[in-house]
């Protein structure tokens, strides 16, 4: 009886532990993206986005759009389909606390000049500061320009969702630039220092 006893109670005692286990900090949770994020989320390569500094609600979003597959990825649907909800907020509250830092990448001086026009004419009324505020997306200025122009290119061949207000702006710059237009984008988000 005695023996019994004891043995639940190493029994229970291992359960209690295993739950402990099972349950990784955010930190934890963290460093299994640190492959292609970086340390903290700052990427170190160009295809990978730096998501460090996002704000909580879009990392959260984001998530949930790959889960679901609203958002074209070659990666991350089947990343994101392996964290609970409650996961994948604590990573957000983890992620959004550390700082971004911009990329240091080489662009062309003179398309990020008519970038910075473009950008004040169709786009920084939601992506204000220049593109480095990331209330509710990513930052902009700073990120690696080959992430850029492969989310550019999933949203002007419709693979990537837009909200009707940027879509209207998106279309407007196309029809206006070409794509030259949204190559200057791209250099002028890219020449962040
Ligand atoms: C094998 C490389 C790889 C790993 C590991 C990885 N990612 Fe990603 N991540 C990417 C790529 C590439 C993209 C761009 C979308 C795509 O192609 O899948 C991306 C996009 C994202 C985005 C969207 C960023 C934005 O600006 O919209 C978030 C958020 C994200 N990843 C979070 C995570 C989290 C959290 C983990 C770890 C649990 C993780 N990723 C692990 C490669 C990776
Ligand atoms: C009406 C508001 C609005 C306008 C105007 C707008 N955007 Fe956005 N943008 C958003 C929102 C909201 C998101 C969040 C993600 C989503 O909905 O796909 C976003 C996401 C993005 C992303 C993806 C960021 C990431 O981390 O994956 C890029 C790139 C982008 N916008 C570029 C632009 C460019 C370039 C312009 C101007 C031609 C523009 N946007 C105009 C609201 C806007």
């Not at 910075?116 to 690696?144: I, P, T």
Request: aromatic share 8%; glycine share 12%.
């Amino acid at each position: 009886m005695k023996i019994k006893m004891s043995l639940m109670a190493l029994l229970g005692g291992m359960v209690f532990g295993g739950a402990a286990l099972a349950e990784p900090t955010p930190a934890m949770l963290a460093n299994a993206c640190a492959g292609c994020h970086g340390t903290n989320g700052l990427s170190v390569g160009p295809t990978s986005p730096i998501i460090s500094g996002m704000a909580s609600e879009y990392f959260v979003a984001a998530m949930a759009a790959y889960k679901k597959g609203e958002w074209p990825s070659t990666i991350m649907g089947r990343i994101a389909k392996g964290y609970s909800d409650e996961q994948i907020k604590a990573m957000g509250d983890f992620f959004a606390k550390q700082p971004f830092v911009r990329a240091a990448q080489k662009n062309d001086a003179a398309k990020a000049k008519t970038g910075a026009k473009l950008h004040e004419e169709y786009c920084e009324k939601c992506h204000e500061k220049g593109g480095s505020a990331g209330e509710d997306a990513g930052v902009l200025a700073g990120q690696w320009m080959p992430y850029l122009e492969h989310a550019m290119e999933d949203y002007t061949s419709g693979k990537r969702p837009m909200t009707k207000k940027m879509q209207k702006q998106v279309d407007q710059l196309v029809q206006d630039h070409k794509h030259a237009g949204v190559e200057a984008l791209v250099n002028f988000y890219g020449s962040a220092k």
